[in-house]
């Protein structure tokens, strides 16, 4: 090995050199200094830029806004009409509202039902057939007006135009006038014999209860006859064609029915009571 510089470990006899570019040997030092001096250059401005920063940033003092100002802006800028462009409208948000109380009414019923959820499923389908079965077996709840009503309105008419209109209503399918007025045949006939007296403002179910003293053998039918006419009129039920047909029997039975001698009305206790006959 040489003493100026040269391969550390000599070459084995016989091997050949290791090949060399052309003008790579006598240009390598100058490439490899230009390229050393390049990167120093780059490293030192870099060096004293960062070593200028704190100086520069240091010369004027921080930008602060205290904490009041700084809300009052961030909410006027929030408040811009940019940031609410897709918010939901008043009812769905409304609507949102009512969902998240179910929601959470639903949690609180299931946590506090066994079972939990399920259990609660449980509970609402068990409520639900009882109150189906009520439902079939009474039938549509019945209101009962809160002040019966006159029977008759403010023109008089006889028995036989009344049972002519309520046969008019049966033949168009107009099964609740056709009750009706076949109800008011049946007082005014009643009337019209002397076995009740001409009262205005009489309701059915006075009617009624007058007329079973008269003729006790039609007492029931006459109170059911008294309810089925309340029910249409005032309670929101609708008639059938079997209740019509039952009140036109009634007022057949009744027109063929012999009152019995002692009656209530007044006009019959002055006179002998009169035979019953039809029309």
């Not at 921080?62 to 811009?80: G, I, K």
């Not at 403010?154 to 109800?183: F, I, K, V």
């Not at 205005?200 to 209860?209: I, V």
């Amino acid at each position: 090995m040489s003493p100026t510089g040269g391969a550390l470990t000599a070459p084995h006899p016989g091997s050949l050199p290791p090949p060399t570019l052309p003008g790579l040997a006598d240009g390598a030092p100058a490439a490899l200094s230009r390229t050393a001096g390049r990167a120093l250059a780059a490293l030192a401005r870099a060096g004293g830029s960062a070593a200028s920063a704190p100086a520069r940033s240091g010369d004027r003092p921080p930008v602060t806004v205290p904490r009041d100002p700084a809300r009052e802006a961030a909410r006027r800028e929030l408040s811009r009409d940019l940031y609410h462009q897709n918010d939901p409208s008043l009812l769905q948000r409304a609507l949102n509202t009512l969902w998240d109380w179910i929601g959470d009414l639903f949690d609180s019923a299931s946590a506090a039902t066994p079972g939990g959820t399920l259990g609660l499923l449980v509970v609402v389908l068990a409520v639900g057939a009882v109150l189906a079965a009520l439902w079939w077996r009474l039938g549509t709840p019945r209101r009962r007006p809160s002040s019966a009503a006159a029977l008759f309105g403010d023109r008089p008419r006889s028995a036989a135009q009344h049972r002519a209109a309520a046969e008019a209503h049966a033949a168009q399918g107009h099964w609740n006038q056709a009750l009706q007025e076949r109800m008011r045949a049946l007082v005014r006939a009643l009337e019209e014999r002397a076995l009740l007296d001409t009262r205005p403002g009489r309701t059915a179910d006075e009617a009624a209860a007058e007329a079973g003293r008269a003729l006790p053998a039609h007492t029931d039918r006459l109170r059911t006859a008294a309810r089925d006419f309340d029910d249409v009129t005032y309670g929101g039920r609708r008639a059938t064609e079997q209740a019509y047909r039952r009140m036109a029997e009634l007022d057949l039975d009744v027109e063929r029915t012999t009152p019995r001698p002692a009656a209530s009305s007044p006009r019959t206790t002055a006179s002998p009571a009169r035979p019953g006959t039809a029309g």
